[in-house]
């Protein structure tokens, strides 16, 4: 985002000087930063946090404070952009000076403890995680690092004595049950934690690090084969993630697994990796990102923790932010290979495409077999329209299976949707009765070859029958809803259309096609003026534009009659 040249903050910051020099180039130093006034760095500063660009905030900000060092609002707001960018150190520093002036300030006390576990200094970390709970996360989060500190400490005995008092839902058990584990076996109290792993595998089975900590323990005390049995359970719930295949491999050698942590410090980044990777897919992304910073202070190559950070910059559309954190996972990481894909997509997003496809292309050929890279490399393909080559990349996979499987669906639906845009009916409608092979009720296959054949006035009653079934599958989702009342539009039935293309507007009000759509409805029954205005809204939503130059030829001269279609020229009954 510019103006002329400079960047928005730095412009916000400029304008808003009102003693001292301004700056003049968006890429000031943190030193001309300085030169701003209080007003226009807090400005500035605010400005570049609601946009979730915390390296700029936190300079703007830490400017601030060399204006006025004691400005509470000024302290408060640099302390939390500090620990979303990672900055813990300064974070922790600003910490003990709000601590001084809120001694219940939660985020504060643990950004000490933080620090303080990263210089092993674990009796000053209990200290401020005792004075840190009294609210459900807070509860739980102190209570597992402060177990994690006595064990660092060497006090095994107390550190599972704050576990075991550990009160809240069921799920706690989990995370109480497998920390107590991990605990007691790096203590060396093997069969005390086979007993608590045990535990809180048979709470979940389908949690990794819970299924990882247990196996290992299995691995490395004499019961190999019960381990491969955890993994096992594991990869039909979700099959042939990079971690669990790697561990498979090392077991099939005969060789045993080391412990998930191996210090007290790696177990507070397990804890605070867990924590945060769970609020951030839970609608808690600003907590999230600070726990997951703090797990990556202490454990700066955790692969889970960069890889969840990653998934969360991309969840608030940072795609550049995503992309240096993929770039951060060692390279021998099993999980290398899937942060080089993102990589490939987040580039993408950034309109850097041919970056992208040389990237994903470079991947693809160094592993023609890897169905997740080739799926990466379509989807960027098609997502830009090349259908062409997006259909030769998808066969390339597609070659690659021995035993197409329920979960090879997608790549069987995705290369049906390429050969269609590209004019070759007869073979796409061929992958997209694959797709339904091996997932008989998948929505969004069955909407589209349903569409299909009406739009084309073929096996009607099946096609609206199938669109029919994806709804009921899928009832809130206002595309497949629009499909349903398109194809009775095709069908003639513009009453029914008028309804469902109503429905699918409650559904996704800013879609342009499906606005478009609503007001062919409206014109076709008779509600003219209703019908310009769905023509203008969805004018006004940024259509492709093919399909603005139809819209506004209708705004001009309405919707012209034109030949019945093949749907309508069936004359379907009823019943359809």
């Known amino acids: 985002m510019t103006i002329r040249g400079r960047s928005l903050v730095a412009a916000l910051a400029i304008s808003s000087v009102v003693a001292g020099p301004a700056i003049a180039r968006s890429d000031a130093s943190g030193e001309d930063y300085g030169r701003l006034s209080l007003s226009g760095s807090y400005l500035a500063g605010r400005l570049a946090g609601s946009l979730r660009d915390n390296a700029s905030a936190t300079t703007f900000f830490k400017a601030a404070l060399r204006v006025d060092s004691k400005n509470t609002e000024v302290m408060e707001r640099a302390f939390l952009v500090m620990l979303a960018q990672g900055d813990i150190d300064d974070a922790a520093a600003l910490g003990e000076r709000l601590v001084q002036l809120d001694r219940q300030h939660r985020i504060a006390r643990l950004a000490i403890a933080v620090r303080a576990i990263k210089a092993r200094q674990y009796q000053t970390a209990r200290t401020q995680l005792a004075q840190s709970v009294r609210a459900p996360i807070a509860d739980l989060t102190a209570t597992l690092l402060a177990a994690w500190t006595a064990y660092g400490a060497g006090d095994t005995k107390s550190a599972i004595e704050l576990l075991d008092k550990l009160q809240g839902p069921d799920w706690y058990a989990t995370f109480r049950d497998m920390h107590a584990g991990m605990i007691l076996d790096l203590a060396g109290q093997k069969k005390e934690a086979g007993k608590r792993l045990e535990r809180a595998y048979k709470a ?70 867990g924590l945060g990777s769970a609020l951030g897919r839970q609608g808690g992304e600003d907590l999230g990102l600070i726990y997951l910073q703090f797990a990556l202070f202490l454990a700066p190559t955790h692969p889970l923790a960069l890889l969840s950070l990653a998934d969360l910059y991309e969840t608030l559309k940072k795609p550049e932010l995503a992309i240096e954190v993929y770039e951060r ?34 991947l693809v050929k160094a592993d023609p077999d890897d169905l997740e890279a080739v799926l990466a490399l379509g989807n960027v393909l098609r997502g830009r329209k090349n259908f062409e080559d997006a259909a ?15 979960r090879n669906w997608m790549i069987y639906y995705f290369r049906g949707i390429c050969l269609e845009r590209s004019k070759e009916w007869s073979r796409a409608e061929v992958d997209f009765k694959k797709a339904l092979e091996l997932f008989p009720d998948q929505p969004h296959v069955l909407n589209y070859l349903g569409y299909s054949w009406i739009d084309q006035g073929i096996n009607l009653e099946p096609g609206i029958e199938m669109i029919r079934r994806a709804v009921q599958l899928r009832p809130d989702d206002g595309y497949i809803v629009d499909s349903l009342g398109w194809a009775h539009f095709k069908l003639g039935r513009v009453d029914e259309a008028v309804a469902e293309l109503e429905r699918a507007i409650e559904l996704k009000p800013d879609d342009p096609v499906i606005n478009d759509h609503l007001g062919d409805a409206y014109w076709k029954v008779g509600r003219r003026l209703e019908a310009v205005f769905q023509w203008s809204h969805a004018r006004d939503l940024k259509p492709e534009p093919d399909d603005l130059a139809k819209i506004e030829t209708k705004l001009k001269h309405g919707l012209a009659d034109e030949p019945k279609s093949k749907a309508e020229n069936a004359k379907v009954g009823e019943g359809g």
């Open 204 to 273: 979940d089975q389908t949690a990794l690090r819970v299924v990882e900590s247990y196996a290992r323990w299995l691995s490395r005390n004499g019961q190999r084969e019960e381990a491969l049995r955890v993994y096992a359970t594991f990869d039909k719930a979700m099959p042939q993630h990079p971690l669990v295949v790697d561990a498979v491999e090392t077991l099939e050698k005969d060789q045993s697994l080391p412990p998930l942590v191996r210090s007290a410090q790696d177990g507070a980044a397990e804890v605070l990796y």
């Open 392 to 406: 030769k990349v998808y066969t390339t996979g597609i070659d690659s299976i021995d035993q197409p499987e329920r």
């Open 329 to 362: 996972i060692p390279d021998k990481s099993p999980l290398k290979r899937n942060a080089e894909i993102q990589l490939g997509l987040n580039l993408d997003l950034l309109d850097r495409t041919d970056e992208a496809r040389a990237h994903l292309e470079a």
